[in-house]
């Protein structure tokens, strides 16, 4: 049940569960208290770890966090596109969670006025979000007026010995890197399995082989199921950047093109 305050304003805070997110609605309920509505756009491929996420943020906050979802998740987005996403065609995004959550926001501004508090940080000015171009939604970047940079976030989430998922986006992206694809083999070969019988349906309906990993990207197979020979046969990649990759992109394993 969504609750406006006494005014007849409906707070929400768009918890994606990232770092970034987490820390802004744990800090907002403290800093600002108020019967916040909270909700997250869940495309329907995460890995389990990220719904028990959100489901302890919601206790924690003591609010059930809403899935706004598309009419279908990211399997029944790729089959009607009748192709994977790619650099050029990052249709998942837009249809899973941008334009979701664009008409929920719409909805709710048929009943009275709407602030979404997003979870930008100080420490990134250039970086735009939120506005989703409704002009009866205001819009407020709380951790900026605190003036928090990703150092703030990272020690009030330990305070709040809160940990976040290493992956808080969909379970196979385009944008994976080759040991997050053999970390998904060896840790959920279901989901493994499914991505690849993706590729193939798709690959039927076109003609032609298409795949989840870009062919130019290294030496390695692009074909997920060319891919599990070589991890079956205990081919490992490098894991040379994995480290440095979390260290500058501590948002859960999160792009920052699906964050919210």
Avoid at 40 to 46: H, I, K, L, S, V
Avoid at 81 to 105: D, G, V
Avoid at 174 to 202: M, N, R, S, T
Avoid at 244 to 258: N, S, Y
Wanted: aromatic share 8%; charged share 30%; hydrophobic share 40%.
């Amino acid at each position: 049940m969504l609750e406006r305050d006494e005014k007849g304003i409906l707070h929400v805070v768009a918890l994606s569960g990232g770092k970034d997110s987490t820390a802004l609605a744990l800090r907002l309920a403290e800093m600002e208290p108020r019967q916040y509505n909270y909700v997250c756009t869940p495309t329907g491929d995460e890995l389990p770890e990220m719904f028990a996420h959100w489901r302890r943020i919601g206790e924690i906050l003591g609010r059930r966090i809403l899935p706004i979802m598309a009419h279908t998740g990211l399997s029944g987005i790729v089959r009607e596109e009748r192709m994977i996403p790619n650099h050029s065609a990052r249709f998942c995004t837009r249809k899973l969670k941008i334009e979701p959550y664009q008409a929920w926001l719409r909805a709710q501004v048929q009943h009275g006025p709407v602030i979404s508090y997003v979870g930008l940080r100080a420490d990134e000015p250039g970086r735009a979000g939120g506005a989703y171009d409704i002009a009866e939604v205001a819009v407020r970047f709380p951790m900026r007026e605190w003036g928090w940079g990703v150092a703030d976030v990272l020690s009030y989430l330990e305070q709040r010995d809160v940990s976040i998922p290493e992956r808080t986006d969909c379970a196979r992206c385009y944008e994976q890197q080759l040991i997050e694809w053999w970390l998904l083999w060896k840790q959920h070969p279901d989901i493994f399995a499914d991505a690849e019988q993706q590729e193939a349906e798709v690959s039927a309906m076109v003609g032609k082989p298409v795949s989840w990993r870009s062919p130019s990207r290294d030496a390695w197979p692009a074909q997920l199921k060319d891919l599990r020979v070589e991890f079956e046969r205990g081919r490992i990649p490098r894991d040379t950047k994995r480290v440095q990759r979390q260290r500058d992109l501590f948002r859960g394993g999160q792009c920052r093109v699906c964050s919210m």
